[in-house]
């Protein structure tokens, strides 16, 4: 039997198995509870957060043997055959590739025509905002007043390509960033199911480095284990993806705001010469001051996110700098990062 990789093998297969969207997965339970179904939802967020895995849990929802239900039983040959990506009546089109108004109009030939053994032929276009104008304009009456056995599932990361029409006539969800707490518990969950023996450090650590996205922390993870075996420690998840560690963050910017040049461009030409990404560095610095800005002015905000440790060292740095003061710097370390995206050595913008 062939790998399969983390991020399909504990891919959701339940609204109670999403991670991080809450509010997502309670709105469609009552929704399928109540028989309040649109006919068009649109899921809007960035890579890996649960968008296509949401949409393939409604559909099993809907199309269930014991459905509608909440809690689909996933053993009943549609359920399978949704998991699978076989189902005839739950179609899976990637938008980059069927973009076109040719492949619309063959869709909305095909919508006419009754499921084959299903409660619902549902249609899930991924990336849709990669159609065409015209492919849009083609699905507007469809998409307005589609038959009664007929869903429409789309997901998008780029909300503002999509037609202010298409928008207007979907149920629009926003799927947020998984907070590294919720990732770090995923990739304990997995790793205990697994057998591996995963530094809490090390989990928060890559949770960290998948800046929200779930799916990057379980491929991160999957790439550790054959670096490593059943053992992973916070080194190895910085040596392997060249991250700097959180304490080094918080030291880097202790020198910043105490004024201490010498020092924090000695930190820099270390991580430099330790061969550290760079780019990441200054996101997490940018991430970092943006949390001591919150915790200036809310500081129980962060009590869920940072451990006790970090919130005192906050509330240190916190009395060495005024907010204006703080804004200009993530201000200029922000343009600075927009300016390193293109520069061939990243060195120069750490100035």
Same mark, same amino acid.
């Given at each position: 039997m062939s790998y399969e990789v983390f991020a399909r093998k504990y891919r959701p297969q339940t609204f109670d198995d999403l991670v991080g969207q809450a509010h997502v997965s309670r709105t469609l339970k009552n929704a399928v509870a109540q028989n309040r179904l649109a006919h068009a939802y649109l899921f809007v967020g960035p890579r890996g957060i649960g !968008? @296509?895995? @949401?949409? &393939?849990?409604l559909a099993k929802a809907l199309n269930c043997v014991k459905g509608p239900t909440v809690t689909p039983d996933g053993t009943c040959d549609n359920c399978l055959e949704i998991a699978a990506g076989n189902s005839l009546d739950v179609l899976e089109i990637d938008g980059a590739s069927n973009n076109g108004v040719e492949q619309v109009r063959e869709l909305r030939e095909n919508v006419r025509y009754a499921p084959s053994k299903s409660r619902y032929k549902i249609y899930i276009i991924d990336e849709v905002h990669m159609l065409t104008t015209a492919a849009f304009n083609a699905l507007l009456k469809t998409l307005e007043e589609p038959p009664p056995h007929v869903k429409f599932i789309f997901a998008t990361t780029e909300p503002q390509k999509v037609l202010a029409t298409? #928008?207007? &006539?979907?149920? &629009? /969800?926003?799927?947020? &960033?998984?907070p590294a707490k919720l990732i770090a518990d995923h990739l304990q969950f997995i790793a205990k199911k697994e057998k591996i023996t995963l530094e809490p450090a090390a989990a928060h650590a890559i949770a960290r480095g998948a800046e929200g996205g779930l799916r990057d922390a379980e491929s991160m993870l999957d790439q550790l284990v054959a $670096?490593?075996?059943d053992k992973i420690s916070e080194n190895d998840v %910085?040596? #392997? $993806?060249? /991250? @700097?560690?959180?304490? @080094?963050?918080v030291d880097l910017t202790g020198k910043i705001l105490r004024s201490e040049t010498a020092p924090a461009l000695d930190v820099l030409y270390q991580q430099c010469e330790a061969g550290k990404d760079m780019m990441r560095l200054m996101s997490d610095l940018i991430s970092y001051l943006r949390d001591l800005l919150v915790f200036k002015a809310k500081p129980d905000a962060l009590q869920e996110d940072v451990d006790p440790e970090l919130q005192k060292v906050l509330a240190a740095q916190a009395e060495l700098i005024q907010n204006d003061r703080l804004l200009d710097l993530i201000d200029q370390f922000a343009q600075a990062e927009g300016r390193m995206k293109w520069a061939p050595n !990243?060195? %120069?913008?750490w100035r």
């Open positions: !968008k @296509t895995s @949401t949409a &393939r849990i298409i #928008v207007s &006539r979907c149920q &629009r /969800f926003d799927l947020h &960033r998984i $670096f490593c075996g %910085l040596n #392997v $993806f060249g /991250f @700097t560690s959180e304490q @080094t963050v !990243k060195k %120069l913008w």
